[in-house]
């Protein structure tokens, strides 16, 4: 793996900081949680809590539903357990306007030894079959915005193959996990927008056309950053409203927490499952 300091000097202080915290030895998996996904949170058991001002590589946040805090412990299912570091929030782009808000975090897990990322996220349903409440297997992503977190970098390793991003071994083992949990996982392409605005009903039906079956504003930059960095990555996303033009809703944050909160017990039960007996 290449040096990730270069790109990001604050790693090593960071790497040091999760050592001294949580141990020399990194889980083999780290799980990203997006808004909705929170109480993953409370299920790690034995844990250690560090959050993210503690750690020089890692943003602060402010978007509501993010706690900003990195849980070290074990996650419990059906008498099963797995290790995980479980990361409370991320750095959206439409903060910033830039794509790299999550670079120091990413860097900062691939130089600990983490091997796997999985990501969460709330979206907007594109398909008329996976209403409000659903979970979505990610198989690849649009880019709309066309921003990268690479952008500045130097190398030859800045030419990162997304031909195959989404880890297609670990999305196989998903969905047979599911299927014998009995849990609808749907399968599909997310596209990524700026925000903070949702998206026009015009916008949607572009997206459409260009194949999505879901869309929301967070996951590509860290999955492009992740693969750079070497990591595996599998990402799921929770449906939390059907997309402007596709239902009489208003949209806003509040409801996207809303239903959110409604569906969380059950996304999270299936993640769980997943996380437990993945092969890695």
Same mark, same amino acid.
């Given at each position: 793996m290449h040096d990730l300091t270069q790109a990001t000097p604050a790693v090593p202080a960071t790497v040091q900081a999760l050592q001294q915290h949580l141990g020399v030895r990194a889980p083999e998996c780290a799980v990203l949680l997006g808004s909705g996904w929170g109480s993953l949170a409370d299920r790690v058991e034995d844990a250690i809590t560090v959050? *993210?001002?503690?750690?020089?590589a890692f943003p602060h946040l402010a978007v509501g539903g993010h706690a900003g805090a990195l849980k070290l412990g !074990? %996650?419990?299912?059906?008498?099963?357990?797995?290790?995980?570091?479980?990361?409370?929030?991320?750095?959206?782009? *439409?903060?910033t306007g830039e794509a790299d808000g999550m670079k120091g975090v990413v860097h900062s897990l691939a130089a600990w030894g983490v091997k796997l990322l999985v990501q969460t996220n709330a979206a907007g349903s594109l398909e008329a079959a996976m209403p409000p409440g659903?979970? #979505?297997l990610?198989? $690849?992503?649009? !880019?709309?915005?066309?921003?990268?977190?690479?952008?500045?970098?130097?190398? =030859?390793?800045?030419?990162? $193959?997304?031909s195959a991003v989404y880890d297609p071994a670990l999305r196989a083992q998903a969905l047979a996990l599911a299927a014998q949990a009995g849990a609808t996982l749907h399968r599909g392409v997310y596209a990524w927008v700026m925000g903070p605005q949702f998206e026009t009903p015009a916008e949607i039906r572009m997206l459409k056309m260009l194949g999505a079956q879901a869309v929301g504003m967070?996951?590509?930059?860290?999955?492009?950053?992740a693969r750079h960095?070497?990591?595996?990555?599998?990402?799921l996303? #929770? #449906?939390? !409203?059907m997309a402007a033009g596709l239902s009489d809703? !208003? %949209?806003?944050? +509040?409801?996207? #927490?809303?239903?959110?909160? +409604?569906?969380? =017990?059950?996304a999270v039960d299936l993640l769980c499952a997943l996380l437990v007996d993945l092969k890695l």
């Open positions: 959050p *993210y001002a503690e750690l020089p !074990n %996650l419990q299912h059906q008498g099963r357990r797995v290790r995980v570091a479980v990361l409370a929030g991320r750095k959206h782009a *439409y903060e659903s979970l #979505m990610v198989e $690849d992503h649009l !880019n709309m915005v066309q921003r990268s977190p690479l952008f500045g970098v130097a190398g =030859d390793d800045r030419f990162v $193959d997304m967070s996951t590509v930059p860290e999955t492009i950053l960095a070497g990591l595996r990555v599998l990402a996303s #929770m #449906m939390t !409203n809703e !208003n %949209l806003s944050h +509040a409801h996207t #927490m809303q239903t959110a909160r +409604a569906a969380a =017990d059950a």
